[in-house]
């Protein structure tokens, strides 16, 4: 099992930036992604971001490209998403999973964190 526990979640204003953390602890050495998701009031959950664990390989949502970095530190075991120019509309609960199944863009992960709120406003 792995366990998964974002923060860096808050306020900030349209755009202001924000780094959320995602600490992994557990079975670390069988993580392979670590990925970004989020979900809006009274919206479907949706993809952000995802990285292979060595980092190689990231993947964005259209709609957080250039804005949006993920990134990840081995020897922390923590993986991180760095928001740039942030909007209104990027107002969700953001989760970090694991253990994605399917396409890149997928929304089917086997471990899931809390999720932290993350609040823009205009």
Request: charge should be positive; hydrophobic fraction near 30%.
């Amino acid at each position: 099992q792995v366990q998964l526990v974002e923060s860096g979640g808050g306020l900030v204003q349209a755009g202001g930036s924000l780094r959320l953390s995602c600490a992994a602890s557990g079975r670390t050495s069988s993580i392979n992604d670590m990925a970004w998701l989020r979900q809006a009031p009274g919206k479907e959950r949706e993809f952000v971001a995802t990285t292979t664990w060595n980092g190689r390989i990231t993947y964005y949502a259209n709609s957080v490209k250039g804005r949006f970095t993920i990134s990840r530190d081995n020897a922390k075991n923590t993986a991180y998403l760095q928001m740039n120019s942030l909007k209104p509309e990027d107002t969700a609960v953001y989760y970090c999973a694991s253990g994605g199944r399917g396409r890149p863009d997928s929304l089917d992960y086997n471990y899931w964190g809390q999720g932290t709120q993350v609040t823009v406003s205009s």
